[in-house]
């Protein structure tokens, strides 16, 4: 199949390269796809955020109280099972899994000793891998560009909402996680299938209600696959083009596509080899390419450290009397703030449920606690460095807050997304643009490869589980690299958002009837952790 894949990219490049050595045409290829593209993403992102009062979306709102909903019956998780989640992590508990001396009152929902003794062969990751693979997910150019696009649009109040929005996305991101292992689906080889998509088809049919179920199901699965064109992976790849044209210097009408099929090449390799394979990359650049992009946040941080109270006093009071009316005061500032964490962390999208239903575990609860660190990693951490930094390069007034399409202008030139962190990080770093592109392009693979994943399950949900299938949906994947890398950003991330955010109407369906087994999940956990110790 690489091979397969490996012949498309090949006869694909030599097609380009002719497009642009010929190139008459007033427009040039990227922005004839960009043309052709952005009706269809205007289209669907105006019937996802549909709004119901004072410009607010009614999936922003349903997420927001979701969110606090489930922090609440839980009983605040994401602070109280905190040290637990990094425990699970560690591998503190793995004698849970372990442990052959399980006692009979540990079952949970008819479960007996011999059932729960077989649920630890299943899975196919660790708990390190399966969270490494979900936060390659979400750690993206939403950290980078995302960051940068709140602030250039809401001013640095927009960062409090997306702080708030990690913190209770996390709560969110547990429930989720919990019920896409628990009902998850494993194959006779043993591959793991998982994710909204089964609890929504399994766990209503519970409930009573099959139909709904598979109607939900069903709906979870296009927008999935959706969203794996489009913010995990169209989103991605413009961003890292945007960057590698910058250092570069290329001005070419057709660049754009050609560095999306140099990263679809790339990314190509590594989606044949599945999960485990992604599980191995992932492992190990998620945490090198975090590390990295955090410890430069830092020194740029700390050198500035005289500023850093000036910056978190402009973040909190801007975030209730913002002076950037660009957004329509406080509320367009909360929402771009939650627009922009929702996008970057994805809880209530139910995406990473994806990834974390191929862990090894025999307790379902387990890897929702693990799961609540991703927003906390990726919104709370990363986005608010990135956030100081742009804010504490702009108390010299490089750009004025509050522009209309997320585009600001540094020495007269027009910078959007990833290029306003790039110009902040070059203010204090030395070629730090050769540094934030690699930063950039890592996140952008690591994003891609994640969601590529995620898409493919959704995929086989609907198509099934043949080969053929696993080629053509690989193939559209790699053809929406492209397309993101030549496209403009406005109409990329309007068509990211829309795929993305139209993913947790169905989700919302089954975490509102199925919390309650999330509850009994996590007892169950709890109990065993402490009967086994």
């Known amino acids: 199949m690489k091979f397969k894949i490996t012949l498309f990219l090949i006869a694909l490049f030599p097609s380009l390269i002719f497009a642009n050595s010929n190139n008459v045409s007033a427009i040039g290829l990227d922005e004839k796809i960009d043309k052709a593209f952005q009706p269809f993403s205007d289209f669907v992102s105006s019937i996802v955020f549909f709004e119901v009062f004072s410009g607010a979306p009614f999936v922003i709102i349903l997420l927001v109280i979701s969110a606090l909903f489930f922090t ?23 004698y849970v ?50 960051v940068a696009l709140a602030i250039a649009l809401g001013g640095p109040g927009a960062t409090f909402w997306m702080i708030v929005c990690g913190l209770l996305g996390m709560s969110t991101k547990f429930v989720e996680c919990t019920l896409g292992v628990q009902y998850r689906d494993i194959g006779e080889d043993g591959t793991v299938y998982g994710g909204p998509m089964y609890y929504l088809s399994k766990g209503l ?31 991605q790849s413009n961003q890292a083009t945007i960057v590698i044209k910058d250092l570069l210097g290329l001005d070419s009408t057709s660049a754009g596509a050609f560095i999306g099929i ?21 492992e190990k650049i998620v945490p090198f390419m975090a590390i990295l992009y955090l410890m430069a946040c830092t020194y740029i941080i700390i050198i500035n450290i005289n500023l850093v109270d000036n910056a978190f006093s402009l973040i909190f009071s801007e975030a209730f009397n913002p002076k950037a009316i ?28 994806i990834a974390h239903s191929a862990v090894k575990t025999k307790y379902s609860a387990s890897e929702g606690l693990v799961a609540l660190l991703e927003p906390f990693i990726d919104t709370v951490v990363i986005c608010t460095m990135t956030a100081l930094v742009i804010i504490i390069f702009n108390f010299s007034g490089a750009f004025e807050y509050g522009g209309t399409n997320g585009a600001v202008l540094i020495d007269g030139v027009s910078y959007e997304g990833a290029g306003i962190t790039s110009m902040a990080f070059a203010e204090y770093i030395p070629y730090s643009d050769i540094f934030l592109t690699i930063a950039v392009v890592l996140f952008a693979v690591s994003t891609m490869i994640s969601w590529s994943y995620y898409g493919l399950q959704s995929w086989k949900f609907l198509f099934g589980r043949g080969k053929a299938a696993d080629l053509t949906y690989k193939l559209l994947f790699l053809l929406f690299v492209v397309i993101g890398a030549a496209a403009s950003m406005n109409s990329i991330w309007a068509f990211s958002d829309a795929m993305i955010f139209a993913m947790v109407f169905p989700n919302m369906i089954g975490l509102y009837f199925l919390f309650p087994v999330v509850k009994k999940q996590l007892n169950r956990y709890l109990k065993a952790i402490t009967k086994l110790r």
Not at 214 to 233: D, E, R, W
């Open 72 to 94: 609440f019956y839980f009983g605040f998780p994401n602070i109280k099972y905190f040290g637990k989640a990094i425990n699970v992590v560690r591998g503190k508990y793995d």
């Open 97 to 146: 899994d372990e442990s052959s001396s399980l006692n009979s009152d540990l079952a949970a929902d008819g479960d007996i000793k011999d059932t729960i003794s077989d649920e630890s062969k299943e899975g196919e990751v660790t708990h390190f891998q399966a969270l490494a693979t979900a936060v390659s997910g979400t750690v993206g150019n939403g950290n980078i560009a995302g």
């Open 205 to 235: 049919k519970e409930k009573g209600f099959k139909v709904l179920g598979k109607i939900t199901a069903v709906l979870f699965a296009i927008f999935c696959i959706g969203g794996s064109f489009g913010g995990g992976n169209a989103a």
């Open 262 to 282: 140099i990263l679809a090449f790339l990314v190509g390799i590594i989606i044949i080899g599945g999960i485990k394979r992604i599980a191995s990359v992932t």
């Open 326 to 353: 660009g957004v329509g005061g406080i509320i367009g500032v909360l929402l771009v703030g939650f627009k922009r964490a929702a996008f970057s962390n994805e809880a209530g999208a139910g995406s990473a449920s």
